[in-house]
């Protein structure tokens, strides 16, 4: 599985970004067999958990301070998985990763790093003050 992160970029704080997570998997696998997470790293800190999205798409899971201004989601068909993040702050500055958890229940979410198989090279975001 290979996972390339994009939608990145310099915005304003207040302004709006949409992640894309695409996924290249083997012809008889499907993306709806991971569950997927969005990450963050800011210079100087460790990767954090931001935002997780069920294998089905039922049950999504965020971190304190995004809830109400991130969304995540899911499209198997396209293979591809989105964070959709709104009112961006400056302390949302970070490069984001995407990763995929290959696991076996249809509405679990993990937060640890360690759970995730695969995972992006990361998209910058930046947000000026």
């Known amino acids: 599985v290979q996972l390339q992160a994009s939608g990145g970029g310099l915005v304003q704080a207040g302004d709006s970004l949409r992640l894309s997570c695409a996924a290249s998997i083997g012809a008889f696998s499907a993306l709806s067999t991971y569950a997927m997470g969005w990450f963050r790293q800011a210079p100087g800190k460790e990767r954090e958990f931001v935002a997780g999205?069920?294998?089905?798409?039922?049950?999504?899971v965020y971190e304190d301070s995004v809830k109400g201004r991130f969304t995540i989601s899911r499209d198997n068909a396209e293979k591809t998985s989105y964070l959709k993040m709104n009112s961006l702050k400056p302390e949302d500055s970070a490069v984001y990763y995407c990763?995929?958890?290959?696991?076996?229940?249809?509405?679990?979410?993990?937060?640890?790093?360690?759970?995730?198989?695969?995972w992006g090279q990361g998209t910058q975001v930046t947000v000026s003050s």
């Open positions: 990763a995929a958890d290959r696991t076996f229940s249809s509405v679990g979410v993990q937060r640890r790093i360690g759970e995730y198989d695969y």
């Open positions: 999205i069920s294998r089905s798409g039922s049950n999504t």
